[in-house]
């Protein structure tokens, strides 16, 4: 397999999976860690789930076009959806010292996402969200 | 991938629960369904063996934040052994388990009961 992939998303919850399957094919062609593909994996079902959970607001099928790339130890992971403008990385950090029972439960997605990944970044172009997400595969 | 749960009532008011594979988005429904079916009997402890689970996102996260939530309303506690190392290191990162209630192995388990049968007996 190339250094790099792309794979087109369907507005529903159970393309997770079949994500999740590339993503152990790209990792395995790649020599990624078990460690690296778990952070890819995990931060790509938080973001992908929320797009398809809360960023349409019809009924209509999207596209949720996703690009991963390994450049000299370096995994890019671009996610661009049409879906209504939301900044991930604006989303305020949960206070993790409040008592379990009383803290909100959201947030959660987003704050792992962060500790996984090495840098984020947003933008808005046109009517898309395009997310750019990178984790360093050269530690370990 | 696919996401297995069996339970077990170990002593009267004592659930153990065994997910095993994948606890994410498409999976977590599984166990919380068995989980509520559990907590319609107001047990004293469920027991999450984790040791199956070698993959946690958030919405996992939530059904275990939700249920120990559900168990302290009649005091009763939720105890969670054997994560593996990626999958707590998940929990750590969101801060969503006191240390007291997570066990490295199932002897740790039975000490808490025996510890707890005797409070309960007043030995």
Same mark, same amino acid.
Do not use: C, W
């Given at each position: $397999?190339? #250094?790099?992939?792309?794979?087109?998303?369907?507005?529903?919850?159970?393309?997770?999976?079949?994500?999740?399957?590339?993503?152990?094919?790209?990792?395995?062609?790649?020599?990624?860690?078990?460690?690296?593909?778990?952070?890819? =994996?995990?931060?790509?079902?938080? /973001?992908?789930?929320?797009? *398809?959970?809360?960023?349409?607001?019809?009924?209509? %099928?999207?596209? *949720?076009? @996703?690009?991963?790339?390994?450049?000299?130890?370096? *995994?890019?992971?671009?996610?661009?959806?049409?879906? &209504?403008?939301? =900044?991930?990385?604006?989303?305020?950090?949960?206070?993790?010292?409040?008592?379990?029972?009383?803290?909100?439960?959201?947030?959660?997605? *987003?704050?792992?996402? +962060?500790?996984?990944?090495?840098?984020?970044?947003?933008?808005?172009?046109?009517? +898309?969200?395009?997310?750019? $997400?990178?984790?360093?595969?050269?530690?370990? | 991938?696919?996401?297995?749960?069996?339970?077990?009532? #170990?002593?009267?008011?004592?659930?153990?629960?065994?997910?095993?594979?994948?606890?994410?988005?498409?999976?977590?429904?599984?166990?919380? #369904? +068995? /989980?509520?079916?559990?907590?319609?009997?107001?047990? +004293? @402890?469920?027991?999450?063996?984790?040791?199956?689970?070698?993959?946690?996102?958030? $919405?996992?996260?939530?059904? /275990?934040? &939700?249920?120990? &939530?559900?168990? &302290?309303?009649?005091?009763?506690?939720? @105890?969670?052994?054997?994560?593996?190392?990626?999958?707590?290191? /998940?929990?750590?990162?969101?801060?969503?388990?006191?240390?007291?209630?997570?066990?490295?192995?199932? %002897?740790?388990?039975?000490?808490?009961?025996?510890?707890?049968? #005797?409070?309960?007996?007043?030995?």
């Amino acid at each position: $397999m190339s #250094k790099q992939i792309y794979i087109e998303l369907k507005n529903d919850l159970s393309e997770i999976n079949r994500l999740s399957t590339k993503l152990n094919d790209f990792a395995e062609a790649n020599n990624l860690s078990p460690k690296i593909l778990f952070a890819l =994996n995990l931060s790509l079902e938080e /973001v992908i789930t929320n797009v *398809i959970s809360y960023g349409f607001e019809d009924d209509k %099928e999207h596209q *949720i076009l @996703v690009h991963i790339n390994s450049i000299e130890g370096e *995994i890019s992971v671009e996610i661009e959806d049409d879906g &209504k403008p939301f =900044n991930p990385l604006q989303v305020d950090e949960p206070d993790l010292t409040i008592p379990l029972e009383e803290r909100p439960i959201g947030g959660l997605g *987003i704050h792992l996402i +962060r500790n996984y990944m090495d840098d984020l970044e947003y933008k808005r172009d046109g009517y +898309r969200n395009i997310l750019k $997400m990178k984790k360093k595969s050269n530690t370990n | 991938m696919p996401l297995k749960v069996t339970s077990t009532e #170990k002593e009267p008011g004592v659930f153990m629960i065994v997910p095993e594979g994948s606890l994410d988005t498409n999976t977590y429904s599984i166990l919380e #369904k +068995r /989980v509520d079916m559990i907590l319609e009997g107001q047990p +004293r @402890v469920i027991a999450l063996d984790m040791a199956y689970i070698n993959y946690i996102s958030s $919405m996992g996260v939530r059904v /275990v934040i &939700k249920t120990r &939530k559900a168990l &302290k309303q009649h005091d009763g506690n939720l @105890v969670v052994l054997n994560l593996q190392p990626q999958v707590r290191k /998940v929990f750590e990162i969101i801060n969503a388990l006191p240390s007291e209630q997570v066990f490295a192995s199932t %002897e740790e388990l039975d000490k808490y009961l025996d510890r707890m049968q #005797k409070k309960m007996t007043g030995n």
